[in-house]
């Protein structure tokens, strides 16, 4: 009997350990949020100069404008991409009224995984290759050589030693409250990505 009572508290601790380590992805969640607004703020004020500039001299600027604008334009469909991303693994997880910002059922192992490993459609090689594009493209506009190291490295996707892929080690059998964190990382690290370019 001391035995099973041992282990039913055993088995609580884990639960509440569980639930501040959920608990604790909403807080970083949160910092990720403020980094992304603080980047997207930076970055309105540089693509703001730009067009300035371009308004002043647009034969000067011209081609740098346009170029500024294809990152823009690239930066914020992958942004959105992950975000509808997000939007739908809380909806497998809560429902159709589901709020990405307000999840009920953070600990939830499958919802995740339905949406980004379905076999025919699961979005999570397409995210990958989505980010491998972007990675390369966005690549090609940096000449310093360590901006671009870090650039490759924030977009990595290569895949943990002893993963089949990078999909795999980031949705299967992941917390949606872990899943959810980890594509707002790359939220922030796709508006670092454009900052930088």
């Given amino acids: 009997m001391i035995n099973l009572m041992y282990l039913v508290f055993i088995a609580m601790m884990a639960l509440n350990v569980s639930s501040e380590v959920l608990d604790g992805f909403e807080l970083v969640e949160g910092s990720l949020r403020t980094s992304i607004d603080n ?27 346009e170029k500024a604008r294809e990152v823009k334009q690239a930066s914020d469909s992958l942004y959105n991409y992950i975000q509808d991303l997000k939007v739908r693994i809380a909806r497998e997880a809560d429902g ?25 459609r699961g979005e999570g090689k397409n995210l990958r290759e989505t980010i491998d594009r972007y990675r390369t493209w966005m690549g090609g506009f940096i000449d310093d050589s360590l901006k671009t190291a870090v650039l490759e490295a924030n977009l990595s996707t290569q895949p943990p030693r002893g993963t089949r892929s990078w999909e795999t080690a980031l949705f299967e059998n992941m917390p949606v409250a872990a899943a959810i964190t980890l594509l707002t990382k790359l939220q922030s690290d796709v508006r670092y990505a454009e900052g930088e370019v």
């Fill in 39 to 65: 980047s997207s703020r930076r970055n309105k004020i540089v693509a703001d100069e730009m067009e300035a500039a371009y308004r002043q001299n647009p034969v000067k600027v011209g081609e740098w404008a």
């Fill in 96 to 120: 159709k009224d589901a709020d990405v910002n307000d999840i009920e059922r953070k600990d939830d192992l499958e919802a995740a995984a339905r949406v980004m490993l379905a076999p025919i």
